[in-house]
């Protein structure tokens, strides 16, 4: 089969590794090598952030006004209207994500890089009221310098926009390292950026490895801020990896997030809101309703509906119109999953719809599943499985809800359903999340920010302050007295 060799995209040209080395990229969907990249070296991925450097201490990106700065990301958005449709195939014959979320995917993304544009010229000092004799006191907002972008591979072109429009809005310069497991969509966003005119060096690609190039990537010493998105054993690597750099961080990790449904509850929204929340894109979403505790009242009717719908869900090919779940991305992802889920039921939970390979001897196939557990302690319950499986609980009392909800180490989302508007609220409340939702899921907008509490990661994404969080400030004292500096050992 033919395949489709990318480059990497360095100091504004397109380029192979420096010892001509490259990987493959498989279409989980067939199993087939699709695409390959070159496997960057730690020589490449310092001529990378040399290149951002340079660019963000020398280059006309450090010389533009914050208004051209933003009228460059509309230019990208332009460009990527134009190139939304390829850049959807890209990423759906690299994870197998849907091709009809993939588009709709592209087209928010116009918006988000116009949502950062108009914000660009919108970042503020202070002057605080130290009074009219002064010192004149002024507190500025600069960027940061090179910033070091990891992406995971769901929704790659969604998380890295969400790095890459603040982070330039702000007037830094930026290094991508998209998935070693699917690079494409990221690495031919290159060609939006080069078409968009941004100077060389403004925006790079390095593709490959977690070790060398995501390693050399994030302690390279010229690299000011690490934004991270991946799994939480990942960031426990990158952490230290900081410790070279003392760059600031932040990290997007994943999520094992309770939907709790009350007995008050609209059930035809319950059902839509639940399928939605773990089987949607294959469940390998960082907000995935992974974990739903049902009440008491409602536990039967909820399950039988729930493993209803699960049935009429058509598995199969991500490129076709009438699809609701495509694979998973990768093997590795699917193998953990069957394996987790064999070692739940050998400790007791049952399965009551799935848990096979959906009728496929090809492509990384899962069907969506459900389980019913009797308490947190299964691999299902604890772990984020990152695909379509439904770990169910059953609770008696709005506390036990609650105490069941906290129960995880991890708390990215969260949801509620019920008609009470004041137990939604208490719910909403007392579960630990970066994004909550009553009565939906999975509803999002970029001016809104996400990000988790605990072992989900720290730092927020989307929305205005995204954009201050790659700056620093800096205070300027200016003398206004009109008088000589005085004896610095004479105290008045
Ligand atoms: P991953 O942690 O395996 O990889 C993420 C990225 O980190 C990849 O680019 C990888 O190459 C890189 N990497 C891995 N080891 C590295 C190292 N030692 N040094 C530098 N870079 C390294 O995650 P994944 O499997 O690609 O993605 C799935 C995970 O991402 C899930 O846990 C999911 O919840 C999480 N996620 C979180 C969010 C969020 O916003 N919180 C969004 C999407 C996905």
């Known amino acids: 089969m033919m395949t489709i060799d990318y480059q990497m995209y360095i100091d504004g040209e397109w380029c192979e590794a420096s010892d001509g080395k490259r990987f493959d990229s ?11 990249f070159p496997e960057a070296t730690a020589a490449d991925v310092n ?7 340079r660019a963000f201490r020398e280059g006309p990106w450090s010389r533009m006004s914050a208004t051209e700065r933003g009228q460059v990301l509309q230019r990208i958005a332009r460009e990527i209207e134009s190139a939304g449709e390829a850049l959807a ?4 014959t690299d994870t197998g994500k849907l091709l009809r979320e993939t588009r709709w995917q592209t087209k928010n993304l116009v918006q988000i890089y ?6 660009a010229d919108k970042v503020e000092g202070q002057i605080p009221s130290t ?6 006191s002024l507190i500025v907002r600069e960027p940061l310098g090179v910033v070091a972008a990891i992406v995971p591979w769901n929704s790659q072109l969604h998380l890295a926009a969400f790095k890459i429009a603040p982070a330039l809005a702000a007037g830094n310069t930026i290094v991508v390292k998209p998935s070693e497991e699917a690079s494409a969509a990221v690495t031919a966003f290159a060609g939006v950026m080069a078409k968009a005119g941004l100077p060389a060096g403004v925006f790079n690609v390095v593709t490959g490895a977690a070790d060398p190039c995501g390693q050399t990537l994030i302690s390279h010493p010229r690299v000011r801020r690490v934004s991270f998105t991946g799994g939480v054993e990942t960031a426990r690597k990158i952490i230290p990896a900081t410790a070279a750099n003392i760059a600031m961080m932040s990290l997007e990790l994943g999520g094992k997030s309770p939907v709790v449904v009350y007995d008050d509850a609209d059930l035809d929204s319950v059902v839509n809101g639940v399928t939605s929340a773990i089987f949607a894109a294959s469940g390998q979403s960082c907000a995935a309703g992974s974990r739903l505790l049902l009440q008491d009242a409602v536990y039967d009717e909820v399950m039988a509906r729930l493993v209803a719908r699960a049935k009429e869900i058509v598995v199969g090919d991500p490129m076709g119109e009438d699809v609701h779940m495509g694979p998973l991305a990768t093997r590795r992802q699917r193998d953990r999953i069957e394996r987790l889920l064999a070692e739940s039921q050998a ?5 009551a719809v799935g848990g096979g390979r959906a009728g496929r001897t090809q492509g990384w196939y899962f069907e969506p599943t459900i389980v019913e557990c009797d308490g947190q302690d299964y691999p299902v319950v604890r772990n984020e499985l990152f695909g379509p499986v439904l770990s169910v609980l059953r609770f008696s009392t709005e506390d036990q809800a609650i105490t069941l909800a906290r129960d995880s180490e991890f708390a990215f989302a969260g949801g509620v359903f019920t008609r009470d508007f004041a137990k939604a609220y208490r719910t909403a409340r007392a579960i630990p999340a970066g994004r909550f939702w009553v009565n939906t899921y999975r509803v999002t907008s970029y001016m809104v920010p996400f990000g988790g509490f605990a072992s989900s990661g720290y730092g927020r994404e989307g929305g205005i302050h995204a954009i201050q969080d790659y700056t620093q400030t800096k205070g300027i004292f200016i003398d206004v007295s009109g008088a000589a500096v005085a004896d610095p050992f004479v105290m008045r």
Not at 26 to 36: I, L
Not at 131 to 136: V, Y
């Open 26 to 36: 498989v279409n989980p969907a067939t199993e087939e090598v699709w695409a390959t």
């Open 89 to 92: 195939i890209a990423e759906t």
């Open 47 to 53: 001529r990378a952030v040399m290149a951002a450097d």
């Open 114 to 119: 116009e949502y950062y544009a108009g914000l």
């Open 347 to 351: 400790a007791g939970a049952r399965v």
């Open 131 to 136: 009074g009219p004799n002064g010192p004149l």
